[in-house]
């Protein structure tokens, strides 16, 4: 079922969202001082690429730096990428195949909100993030 949902996915949203996070971690790559935001979009490219059958956990080594970058991340790019997440969960909402894909979107807004200090695991190891 994942991998049917997953296909459908891809297809319907997954390609996009992951292309958009794609160039905007190449962007902040390329901006030297923002890598560690780069790094954080092309892990949300792959989450958005391939999202169900895997979760988001907090990473138990994030300190007070990733903090300090969640906010600049949540001030500069969180809110509009949530209010994208928002607007293209409504359309796949307005049809039934496409309710467990509006809800996978709207899975996504806390992870693009503030996604320092998280990681992307497989649902059937969620607790690999702690090293168990």
């Known amino acids: 079922m994942k991998t049917l949902l997953n296909v459908i996915w891809l297809v319907l949203a997954g390609f996009w969202l992951a292309l958009g996070y794609v160039a905007a971690g190449i962007v902040c790559c390329v901006l030297i001082v923002t890598i560690p935001f780069g790094i954080a979009s092309f892990r ?29 991340w949540l001030l500069v790019a969180g809110i509009w990428l949530a209010i994208g ?48």
């Not at 490219?45 to 600049?72: C, E, H, M, Q």
């Not at 807004?109 to 168990?132: C, E, H, N, Q, W």
Request: aromatic share 10%; no cysteine; hydrophobic share 50%.
């Open 44 to 72: 949300i490219a792959g989450y958005a690429l391939w999202p169900f059958g895997r979760t988001v956990v907090d990473k138990p080594t994030s300190g007070v730096f990733s903090v300090i970058g969640n906010v600049i």
């Open 85 to 132: 997440h928002v607007v293209t969960a409504i359309p796949l909402f307005l049809s039934i195949i496409g309710i467990p894909l509006g809800i996978a979107n709207l899975k996504m807004i806390p992870i693009s909100l503030l996604p320092l200090g998280k990681d992307v695991v497989s649902t059937d190891r969620p607790f690999a993030g702690y090293g168990r």
